[in-house]
């Protein structure tokens, strides 16, 4: 098991998928690309996106939200995710936790260094294809 992570009542497999998920998640996110088919795939149409910016619905309110970041950070942040903790819920429904620190510059050029916490709710599939319910960050 890596240091900082642990699973709860998942398997490892699932647990590993997970995981490599919610990276490269974030290792697409830190481009900030204008095609958002990759995350909206991965996305349930109503979702519920919950943020220090405020709270969102829907694939409509997730596509406002990726507005508001290209306007604010510039391409090429990073995101670091670590003390990841799957649990699954019930079924195929699961909820990761995490925490991610983000690495970059804002659009006027000044650094961003934040820690946020996260938590997902979603299904994820035998093929281990998540589909996200329910997205909460706050900052940590």
């Known amino acids: 098991m890596r240091s900082g992570c642990r699973y709860e009542s998942s398997n490892w497999a699932t647990h590993s998928r997970a995981l490599a998920f919610i990276r490269y998640w974030f290792d697409q996110f830190d481009r900030l690309p204008k095609d958002d088919s990759f995350f909206v795939r991965h996305l349930s149409k109503d979702v519920n996106w919950q943020m220090p910016e405020g709270r969102f619905s ?3 309110g997730f596509r406002d939200w990726c507005s508001l970041n290209r306007k604010t950070i510039k391409p090429g942040a990073e995101h ?3 003390e990841f903790r799957l649990e699954r819920t019930g079924g195929d429904d699961h909820q990761a936790r995490f925490r991610v620190h983000l690495l970059g510059n ?3 050029g000044n650094p961003v260094d934040r820690q946020v ?5 979603m299904t994820i599939d035998d ?3 998540p589909l996200i ?5 706050s900052v940590a």
Request: hydrophobic share 30%; no cysteine.
């Open 58 to 60: 829907g694939h409509a």
């Open 80 to 82: 670091r995710v670590s």
């Open 106 to 108: 804002n659009q006027a």
């Open 117 to 121: 916490d996260e938590t997902w709710t």
């Open 127 to 129: 093929a281990g294809v």
């Open 133 to 137: 319910y329910s997205y909460q960050a």
